[in-house]
């Protein structure tokens, strides 16, 4: 068979018709979408540039986010949850009580008070009924502990003291004869024997607090009642209320007064004669004998003996 120029030419014309059916369509369509680029670009990086200009255009057309502010604490957008609210605590209830002082002042005998030896005196309380029971005259003062100062160790009431109203309560104390300080303490005892007091809980006492100091001697004066013309020689006695101690003095004939020092304290006084077998005394009206006072650089006047008898006086308590 001759093979001739024309048959050649036909079998070349084939070959290419079939390798350009085999190529892709990217390579003929490549120089119309991209008319500057040269026809020999890389497959791989036309892909990728295809896949880069995609993520910018879906990045250039999402939506803009606007920032947030700083934190701040008046950046926090309001809220409708209602804030907490504070849960008011109970009211706390007033405490009260039936019987229950309330402690004014010191009226007489302020805290300190200096006396002298033996001496009798009077401490008086201003008291306020701070309770809500009405105070009667069975209600009592009374010694709860401390230096006794004498034998009173109760005293009634004067009166009704109703709630809010004050009242003085006094009692009798005779100091000690020995030096030093001394305190006493006191409250109120209503008629079912329970004591009480001032303070938060109605159980503190109120005391009377005196010292007891040395002190110089005093100075007694006296006359003598003598049932004569003129006394006979006596022995005048002093004797201390409080410890007993007797102090004695010679008194010459015809003197029908004295003038003696004691120490500072309470006595009783009496006069003897010897020969005579009888007594005069320092007396009240029904012919007790009855306490003085001597204090340290005062005169006491007045201390008469009289009222003679062959019999011993009796004293007061």
Not at 10 to 29: D, K, N
Not at 253 to 265: A, D, Q
Request: net charge neutral; aromatic share 10%; with cysteine.
């Amino acid at each position: 068979m001759k093979i001739t120029t024309n048959s050649i030419l036909i079998v070349f014309g084939l070959i290419a018709l079939v390798m350009v059916a085999c190529l892709p369509i990217a390579v003929f369509a490549a120089p119309l979408l991209q008319y500057e680029q040269p026809v020999s670009v890389d497959n791989v990086a036309t892909v990728q540039a295809m896949v880069t200009q995609t993520i910018v255009a879906m990045t250039q057309n999402a939506p803009t986010q606007t920032p947030l502010p700083p934190a701040t604490a008046t950046s926090i957008p309001p809220t409708n949850t209602p804030l907490p609210t504070n849960t008011p605590l109970p009211t706390a209830t007033a405490v009260s009580y039936c019987d229950w002082v309330s402690f004014i002042k010191d009226v007489s005998i302020p805290d300190g008070t200096k006396l002298t030896a033996g001496e009798t005196f009077t401490k008086t309380w201003r008291l306020k009924n701070r309770g809500t029971c009405t105070w009667t005259p069975d209600y009592m003062l009374v010694f709860v502990s401390g230096d006794p100062m004498g034998g009173t160790t109760a005293v009634r009431l004067p009166g009704n003291v109703s709630p809010g109203q004050t009242v003085d309560v006094s009692v009798t104390l005779t100091a000690p004869a020995k030096r030093g300080h001394y305190t006493g303490y006191w409250m109120l005892r209503n008629p079912s024997g329970v004591m009480f007091g001032y303070g938060d809980n109605a159980n503190k006492a109120f005391f009377v607090d005196i010292r007891m100091e040395d002190l110089p001697h005093g100075t007694v004066m006296g006359n003598f009642s003598y049932p004569s013309e003129f006394n006979p020689p006596l022995t005048l006695y002093f004797e201390n209320a409080v410890t007993g101690e007797i102090i004695q003095f010679s008194i010459p004939e015809r003197n029908p007064s004295y003038s003696v020092l004691l120490p500072t304290g309470t006595y009783y006084a009496y006069a003897s004669v010897p020969n005579y077998n009888l007594q005069g005394a320092y007396v009240n009206d029904s012919l007790i004998m009855k306490k003085f006072v001597v204090k340290g650089g005062q005169t006491t006047t007045g201390i008469n003996i009289t009222d003679w008898s062959p019999n011993p006086h009796s004293r007061e308590d």
